[in-house]
């Protein structure tokens, strides 16, 4: 009786990408763009195909999408002062992140200059298939020249204005500084203190050109002592709040341009012996938790931090995924904001 024959198990040549690319001399990440029309320059391709056919390579088509999604590096460069703020970014790009099956990089950029800035983005290009500039680099021209030279799609988010180079997720935020400072008139204020954020960011001068606007439609005059400078930071707010309450007629009201400086207002207020709202009405902006850690609970505009990660991370595959297409389409996406009404505003009171 004869032997029944052994199934026989083809082997397979069990070449890896990792193989192409050492051949090719460059990077794994490369290979995959290469091979899935991704932007790589022209002689850099015809070397990966070069070493896909000398090796024989078959990519996995099975995990195609999986290892695409692996394969996509988005970097989130960060050196904003505010923790609350940068506290809701980072919830919203993790939880897409997570979802998108994407590698997020994280790089914290501090107090660079502009030739830091340009070498460290210059370094980053070769990294990463897209970045996010959330404030205040989403305003550096140093980095966003080199990344958009190096073909890197950018979504800057909170930007004030759309740009002509990168695409932006942001608010409209001359409207709501307007529409805050009209809270505060329908209130019966009539000397409203307000802190401005940072010089350098087009956000903070549309904030307060919202408010100057909502002051002229009432037919108020702005007093320029009752405009103090701030960075965002709370140890600003805390100075500005000293020097308006220190006024010879001091506000009866005050617009902090975040959350942050606006907690550092009511806790001056209080310092002072002041009660918020019955002495003094204090209002914020942003809606991060910065906004209810502090009592009373400030009245704030809702900036919606962590649907803006969401929509620029979007963004930037989409982007990505049309990279080989000529045109280059910038996407300027406005999302809605909403009045926040907590305890920190009330008519002023008979002084």
């Not at 069990?14 to 050492?22: K, L, N, W, Y």
């Not at 308006?244 to 005050?254: E, G, N």
């Amino acid at each position: 009786m004869d032997k029944p024959k052994k199934s026989v198990r083809r082997k397979t040549s069990g070449v890896t990408i990792d193989e192409v690319a050492a051949l090719a001399g460059v990077s794994p990440m490369t290979v995959s763009r290469a091979i899935n029309h991704g932007k790589v320059r022209d002689v850099t391709r015809d070397r990966v195909l070069r070493a896909v056919r000398e090796l024989g390579y078959t990519p996995n088509l099975a995990a195609s999408s999986l290892a695409a999604a692996q394969h996509t590096r988005i970097a989130l460069i960060y050196t904003n002062p505010s923790g609350a703020y940068l506290r809701e970014l980072l919830v919203g790009l993790l939880r897409v992140a997570a979802n998108a099956a994407i590698q997020l990089v994280i790089h914290y950029w501090d107090n660079f200059d502009p030739d830091a800035e340009r070498k460290a983005a210059r370094a980053l290009a070769g990294r990463v298939d897209g970045v996010i500039l959330p404030p205040p680099l989403c305003e550096s021209q140093v980095a966003v020249n080199e990344l958009v030279m190096a073909g890197i799609p950018v979504v800057a988010i909170a930007s004030g204005h759309l740009r002509d180079d990168i695409s932006c997720v942001r608010i409209d935020d001359f409207h709501a500084g307007k529409e805050m400072a009209e809270h505060l008139i329908q209130h019966g204020h009539r000397r409203i203190g307000f802190i401005r954020g940072r010089n350098d960011l087009s956000a903070s001068g549309r904030r307060y050109d919202g408010f100057v606007s909502a002051l002229h439609d009432a037919g108020l005059e702005v007093d320029p002592d009752l405009v103090q400078p701030g960075d965002y930071t709370y140890r600003s707010g805390l100075a500005a709040a000293e020097t308006l309450l220190s006024h010879r007629r001091p506000p009866t009201a005050i617009f902090a341009s975040n959350d942050d400086m606006g907690a550092a207002a009511i806790s001056v207020a209080h310092r002072r012996g002041l009660e918020v709202p019955r002495d003094l009405s204090v209002v914020g902006f942003d809606d991060t938790s910065a906004a209810t850690t502090v009592w009373p609970e400030l009245t704030t505009l809702h900036q919606p931090i962590a649907s803006m990660a969401d929509a620029a991370i979007d963004i930037l595959l989409r982007t990505i995924r049309r990279r080989s297409d000529d045109a280059r389409v910038l996407t300027d996406h406005v999302v809605p904001h909403r009045l926040v009404m907590r305890d920190s505003v009330a008519s002023p009171s008979k002084r």
